[in-house]
């Protein structure tokens, strides 16, 4: 107590002291669900016991908060992608939604000015191998979307890269359950550190844009849980994400935000999730999806009617939808912002330091750079070079980011958009957004001794001209990828194959850049010196290609999709739907099962133009001790040493290649390491039983043979230097 206060004053404070205890603690009794000792799923029963027939029903549905076939948004929304009334009696915060996975994004322009810092692409983290980069990118996100008053971060897209030119590719994390699996619950589980709810979506088998909402993904069970589902579960175990966005398609003939046995059957009986369902934007077509599983109607001014509210209540009224599921909506959404924090450390508006968190990005993209190809000795860069030509790409103006809900815009808006045009719904978004980082002037400061010219690359000829006139040349390919559409075909668009060809004809020192949302085909290869996959690289992107161009940074991104010759080399040459009319529904069918990507390359043996797990680096790594142990579990064991002359980060690859006998290839396990030159590191890596074995849909659990078990350690799905085997007992494992 302050010395100051006089005796009476001091009596009068201790009264009032006591009288704020007693009125916190009555407070407290008022709303045991404060108590912060108490678990969320009590603390959320507590809660969910107090609401009103019209309270659940307002929180099962919200609109998108934007003035979109709405006149206003709600009263205290922030206009974002979504929002959920609270309930003020109660204390129960809004829902504040944002899109989210690459950054906080700012649709359309709602918040003039408010930017966000651009996390590089999905696959360029996936490209990582990196867990912790994970962790911190989602952190990143989280911070910053509490900093902006959100609570809620629409994250964690994990679909599968099933075809390589699917739209939405560079939102996701590649083609591999493990790999994806794992990196999507790291990042989810750093945006849930910030006391903000992630989902992780879009369950599932979203494996394209084209005519996505009436597409009907086909699969067998086994092959579903093997591969999307195996990713998906191996995400909500790590990151326990808060929500699981529901998808626009269908799943074995029904839609996602109301299939049963996805909903109920897979994710909320044989995963026991805690957390609620949320639909996708106008991903509901009827009121009854509610007993199918879904939890919440999100961005309801899509759909045909707000079926989660008046007609919701009715049903509930009339007994037709038991009163009890209305009570597990809520109890599900309020367990969800319990254990995310949301009641005890709200959202509140603060400062962001941009440039700090822009460093993250850096890091992010430094380690997701795939160096494909390398002549020896072009790359790193020689500061001594002379005179370099920067060729192409809007190089000088900054770096390509993706298309739609997932677009982030740079800290004080958008200087370089290049409008695409376009019809329908997602035009808005078909605008090539540059991030304000361009590779031209962090070229220029690398190689501060060397004149480094640009040319636009409109004009073959005078690009040609340009790359003659340099010692070596830098040429940039953008493929621009967005939300609603897939890439008719793999090749580069606006006839930048052609430019590269010429380019890399004139001048062997030609080294190839590529911006783009995924693999693309490459005819003019055989010519360029060196080739770089830099994918949608973020708020710093052009100081991360100049970085590794450089090599101030090793080389260190493996490929996380395979890289085809051609796409004759997928199950489905024509894209599933395209050209069909809206509303038309259609069947695509995934009949390579859980054969997605490299597994299937294994199973055709066909040889891809550059192979999962793929990257070159700038010293050479070698492995060796491989040891294997079986029975109970599958541990792999062995060295990994930096056998070259500078630093560098490797991420060696650990395959199952034949369970109990029959031949299989499957990524098992995985690490990033950074070595000096000479030094080494011991890997140890338990194999997840559920890679080892398979789903028995009728005995509806994992299993696996006993038998032999081979693995392989390598530098790629296609480069495996040391192979051992470790018998394993027989087990099952539930679902
Ligand atoms: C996308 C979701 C996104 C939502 C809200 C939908 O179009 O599929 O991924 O979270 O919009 O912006």
């Not at 490209?127 to 994970?134: D, I, Q, R, S």
């Not at 919440?296 to 599921?325: C, I, M, N, Y």
């Not at 290049?418 to 540059?434: D, H, K, S, T, V």
């Not at 070159?616 to 029975?631: M, P």
Request: aromatic share 6%; glycine share 12%; hydrophobic share 45%.
């Amino acid at each position: 107590m302050p010395r100051s206060l006089t005796a009476a004053a001091s009596v009068a404070v201790l009264s009032f002291a006591m009288g704020a205890f007693a009125t916190a603690a009555s407070a407290e009794a008022a709303k045991p669900w404060m108590n912060t000792k108490l678990s969320p799923d009590e603390r959320a029963r507590l809660l969910n016991a107090e609401l009103t027939l019209d309270e659940r029903i307002g929180l099962v549905h919200g609109p998108m908060a934007m003035p979109f076939k709405i006149k206003t948004i709600p009263k205290g929304a922030i206009g974002s992608a979504g929002y959920i009334a609270g309930v003020e009696r109660l204390g129960i915060p809004a829902l504040q939604e944002s899109d989210a996975s690459l950054g906080v994004t700012n649709p359309l322009g709602m918040r003039p000015g408010d930017g966000a810092t651009a996390l590089p692409s999905g696959l360029a983290l996936a490209a990582t191998f990196n867990a912790k980069l994970a962790y911190d990118g989602g952190a990143l996100v989280g911070r910053e979307a509490r900093a902006k008053g959100f609570n809620v971060q629409l994250a964690g897209g994990v679909n599968l890269a099933r075809d390589p030119r699917n739209g939405r590719n560079f939102e996701y994390l590649g083609e591999d359950p493990l790999l994806a699996g794992t990196l999507a619950g790291e990042s989810i589980r750093g945006i849930e550190a910030q006391n903000v709810v992630s989902t992780i979506k879009h369950f599932a088998l979203n494996g394209q844009e084209t005519n996505r909402h009436w597409a009907n993904s086909v699969i067998e069970e086994g092959a579903l849980r093997e591969s999307d589902l195996l990713a998906f579960q191996i995400a909500i175990e790590k990151g326990q994400p808060g929500a699981v966005m529901c998808a626009y398609n269908l799943v074995n003939g029904d839609y996602s935000c109301g299939n049963d046995h996805l909903l109920n059957g897979v994710l909320k009986g044989d995963w026991a999730y805690k957390g609620w369902v949320m639909s996708d934007w106008g991903a509901v077509h009827a009121m009854n999806y509610a007993v199918k599983g879904l939890d919440q109607q999100s961005g309801e001014q899509l759909d045909d009617q707000v079926w989660f509210g008046a007609p919701l209540k009715t049903a509930v009224e009339k007994g037709e939808v038991p009163a009890e599921r209305l009570s597990d909506m809520t109890r599900r959404i309020l367990r969800s912002m319990f254990a995310a924090g949301l009641f005890d450390v709200p959202a509140a508006k603060s400062e962001i330091d941009y440039p700090a968190n822009a460093e993250i990005a850096r890091k992010v993209a430094q380690e997701g750079i795939v160096l494909l190809k390398n002549r020896e000795g072009l790359l790193p860069l020689a500061k001594t070079a002379k005179t370099i030509a920067v060729i192409g790409g809007h190089a000088d103006a900054g770096v390509l980011s993706g298309g739609g809900s997932s677009q982030v815009i740079p800290p004080g808006g958008a200087k370089v958009s290049i409008p695409l045009g376009g019809e329908g719904m997602m035009a808005a978004f078909r605008n090539q957004i540059l991030h304000p980082s361009a590779p031209l002037a962090a070229i220029r400061a690398e190689a501060p001794g060397a004149r480094v010219t640009f040319n636009d690359g409109r004009y073959v000829a005078s690009a040609v001209a340009a790359a003659k006139a340099a010692d070596v040349v830098i040429v940039f390919g953008n493929q621009w990828m967005g939300e609603g559409e897939d890439a008719p075909d793999l090749s580069l668009p606006e006839g930048q194959d052609v430019l590269i060809a010429a380019v890399t004809a004139a001048n062997p020192n030609s080294i190839v850049v590529l911006q783009t949302g995924g693999p693309v085909t490459m005819p003019w290869l055989d010519q360029a010196g060196a080739v770089v996959e830099a994918w949608y690289s973020g708020a710093k992107g052009g100081e991360a290609i100049a970085d590794v161009l450089f090599g101030e940074v090793d080389a260190s991104g493996r490929l996380p999709m395979t890289f085809p010759v051609s796409i004759e080399q997928y199950p489905r040459v024509a894209m599933p739907g395209l050209g069909l009319p809206e509303k038309a529904q259609f069947d695509v069918v995934y009949d390579e099962g859980a054969d997605v990507g490299y597994r299937r390359f294994a199973a055709t043996g066909q040889k891809p133009l550059f192979p999962f797990g793929h990257g070159l680096s700038y010293t050479r790594f070698g492995y060796a001790n491989l040891k294997v142990t079986g029975g109970d579990a599958l541990t792999v064991s062995f060295d990994v040493t930096n056998t070259g002359q500078r630093p560098g980060k490797d991420a060696p690859q650990v395959y199952l290649t034949s369970a109990a006998g029959k031949p299989v290839q499957r990524l098992i396990g995985f690490e990033k390491v950074e070595l000096k030159p000479g030094e080494t590191r011991h890997v140890t890596i338990t194999a997840d039983p559920r890679l080892l074995g398979g789903f028995d849909v009728a005995g509806k659990r994992w299993s696996l043979t006993a038998g032999d078990y081979q693995v392989a350690v390598g530098a790629s799905s296609a480069d495996l230097a040391l192979k051992a085997s470790a018998k394993i007992k027989a087990r099952s494992i539930k679902p």
